[in-house]
């Protein structure tokens, strides 16, 4: 059974910086497509990050609100998937939950579409919540 437990989550002031972990057990990360989702009160669950093996290595993928900013990373040894998140906005204020999918991550003609596509992810945590204050 995979079990997803997130941490890291906390209040800090506009332009700081978190790091969330997602400890996974059950199934190896490294054979996962694994990502980062948020939702705000009143909004949308929205993808931030993930990552997965694809052709030639590695690779991360990002929402275009977080590029730059953000970072993910995973731990293959310690089966856990990373969030490093530098210069915070209020905007970013959420729950963020981490999710998995046994196998790559899947792509559409819209680069973007995986953003939206929460319901390719099987596994979930429960959640950790982000405030940013200004």
């Known amino acids: 059974q995979v079990q997803l437990v997130e941490s890291g989550g906390g209040s800090v002031q506009a332009g700081g910086s978190l790091r969330l972990s997602c400890a996974a057990s059950g199934y190896p990360v490294s054979l996962s497509c694994m990502a980062w989702f948020r939702q705000a009160p009143g909004k949308e669950r929205e993808g931030v990050a993930r990552i997965g093996d694809g052709i030639g290595g590695v690779r991360q993928t990002y929402n275009d609100s977080v590029r730059g900013r953000f970072t993910i990373s995973r731990d293959n040894a310690a089966n856990t998937l990373y969030l490093q998140m530098n210069s915070l906005k209020p905007e970013d204020t959420a729950m963020y939950y981490c999710?998995?999918?046994?196998?790559?991550?899947?792509?559409?003609?819209?680069?973007?579409?995986?953003?939206?596509?929460?319901?390719?992810?099987?596994?979930w945590g429960q959640g950790t919540q982000v405030t940013v204050s200004s």
């Open positions: 999710a998995a999918r046994k196998g790559g991550c899947p792509y559409y003609t819209d680069a973007s579409a995986w953003t939206v596509r929460s319901l390719d992810y099987e596994y």
